[in-house]
């Protein structure tokens, strides 16, 4: 099982409509996740980073985790055509460098006009 | 927020010629940054930790004399790709941890070997 992962998608959604992203982890990783977007071309930004279980919203963006079922999703509420990118998940290894991060294969999103 | 710059942003070389690349902090020190490697629709690839005032640590796979890596200072690690070769070719990005949580990305250096 790799360490974490995701849907890769594509995914598409309608303008306005909620886009959901999923992802996995092994228990390999620790309870530390992140949600980065990435646009072609570009390097990965961070969006939100979430540590506790239960959900953290952030203007249009709510990340949850669910530790029980290694679980951590990034909801997008009024999609805009701007967040088409492909979304990265990321968690902190259990061992290894402190502050290592293992990405997931990311999940192409595209919001429809 | 925090802000780390890699340079150059674009490179084309002819194979068999090194190049480097730098990554910095601008606004913090980081005693730790982490060079990845990502393909056309790929996803991220740890290739190194690179580590100031010691030696990097590679990823299983990664040549450690092909791709050298030197933290001189808190703020400042370069990459080399010595001896480029056309399936070198990819966007390399170079991120720094900020305190014990969050990692910040460089813009991505792209580069080309003919």
């Known amino acids: 099982q790799k360490e974490v992962e995701q849907n890769s998608g594509p995914l598409s959604v309608p303008e306005g409509a909620i886009a959901s992203l999923n992802c996995t982890y092994s228990d390999r990783v620790s309870q530390s996740f992140f949600w980065y977007r990435q646009y072609s071309g570009k390097s990965p930004e961070l969006i939100m980073s979430?540590?506790?279980?239960g959900d953290k919203e952030d203007g249009r963006f709510t990340a949850q985790l669910n530790k029980a079922s290694q679980y951590v999703s990034l909801l997008i509420r009024d999609s805009q055509p701007s967040d088409s990118a492909t979304y990265l998940c990321?968690?902190?290894?259990?061992?290894?460098?402190?502050?290592?991060?293992?990405f997931g294969s990311g999940t192409q999103l595209t919001v429809l006009p | 927020g925090a802000v780390v710059s890699q340079h150059p942003s674009r490179v084309i070389c002819k194979s068999g010629t090194s190049v480097k690349i730098e990554c910095r902090s601008l606004d913090f020190q980081a005693t730790t940054m982490f060079w990845y490697r990502q393909f056309p629709k790929k996803s991220l690839m740890l290739m190194a930790t690179s580590n100031e005032g010691s030696k990097a640590t590679y990823e299983q796979g990664v040549e450690k004399d092909k791709f050298l890596i030197n933290h001189a200072s808190l703020t400042l690690s370069t990459l080399t790709v010595t001896s480029a070769h056309p399936e070198d070719s990819s966007f390399y990005i170079c991120?720094?941890?900020?305190?014990?949580?969050?990692?910040?990305f460089g813009p991505g250096t792209r580069l080309l070997v003919l």
């Open positions: 991120s720094a941890p900020l305190g014990s949580e969050t990692q910040y």
């Open positions: 990321a968690g902190r290894l259990s061992s290894g460098s402190a502050r290592q991060l293992t």
């Open positions: 979430i540590y506790s279980n």
